[in-house]
T-cell receptor, first 115, second 114 residues
Framework: NAGVMQNPRHLVRRRGQEARLRCSPMKGHSHVYWYRQLPEEGLKFMVYLQKENIIDESGMPKERFSAEFPKEGPSILRIQQVVRGDSAAYFC?????????????FGPGTRLLVL | DQQVKQNSPSLSVQEGRISILNCDYT??????FLWYKKYPAEGPTFLISISSIKDKNEDGRFTVFLNKSAKHLSLHIVPSQPGDSAVYFCAASGLNTNAGKSTFGDGTTLTVKP
């Protein structure tokens, strides 16, 4: 049973380009959470999705950032026109049940570097 | 305004001794607390949790204590082992409100010396 997969593990973009981060949840998990970790800081909640629905995007910047979790395929976090301040580690977590953090499994993260 | 604070960025202890990691929170709506362990280049892994109806939860070498009146929790690891060296994150959520969304502290890097 594979764990949460994230790809790419490392992503380098120049300012103004788009970044696409993918998260494949564990088998049977239909809840996905995205977090961002800036250097020397903790993880900050960005968005919570279920299949085909955004449930809570209160932590997501209003501009340039979007997320989706289609019926088929991985969840995608998209950052348009990246800026240097977007450089961070982006983690996704998946869960079988909403609200059950003990069985919320994190992926290894995608480290985004914006030059 | 940081709602979950881990005031010690780092902690170093000797193998076999007790490690005590501390966490303070400000939001009285939080009623569920978790500790995660994170190794470099990996995602956080769940360690232990406690709900606000308890003041202690124990799992093997790990014990979490909750002092609701002080809005403080701590993680005790005893005896500490070199493999415990990692970054430890305290996280908090509202059981009935946040559906799995957690607010994290900035982490404490624990180093256990052999």
């Amino acid at each position: 049973n594979a764990g949460v997969m994230q790809n790419p593990r490392h992503l380098v973009r120049r300012r103004g380009q788009e970044a696409r981060l993918r998260c494949s949840p564990m088998k049977g998990h239909s809840h996905v959470y995205w977090y961002r970790q800036l250097p020397e800081e903790g993880l900050k909640f960005m968005v919570y999705l279920q299949k085909e629905n955004i449930i809570d995007e209160s932590g997501m910047p209003k501009e340039r950032f979007s997320a989706e979790f289609p019926k088929e395929g991985p969840s995608i976090l998209r950052i348009q026109q990246v800026v240097r301040g977007d450089s961070a580690a982006y983690f996704c977590a998946s869960a079988q049940l909403a609200g059950d953090q003990e069985t919320q499994y994190f992926g290894p993260g995608t480290r985004l570097l914006v030059l | 305004d940081q709602q979950v604070k881990q005031n010690s960025p780092s902690l170093s202890v000797q193998e076999g001794r007790i490690s005590i990691l501390n966490c303070d929170y400000t939001n009285s709506m939080f009623d569920y607390f978790l500790w995660y362990k994170k190794y470099p280049a990996e995602g956080p892994t769940f360690l232990i949790s406690i709900s606000s109806i308890k003041d202690k939860n124990e799992d093997g070498r790990f014990t979490v204590f909750l002092n609701k009146s002080a809005k403080h929790l701590s993680l005790h690891i005893v005896p500490s082992q070199p493999g415990d060296s990692a970054v430890y994150f305290c996280a908090a959520s509202g059981l009935n409100t946040n559906a799995g969304k957690s607010t994290f502290g900035d982490g404490t890097t624990l180093t256990v010396k052999p």
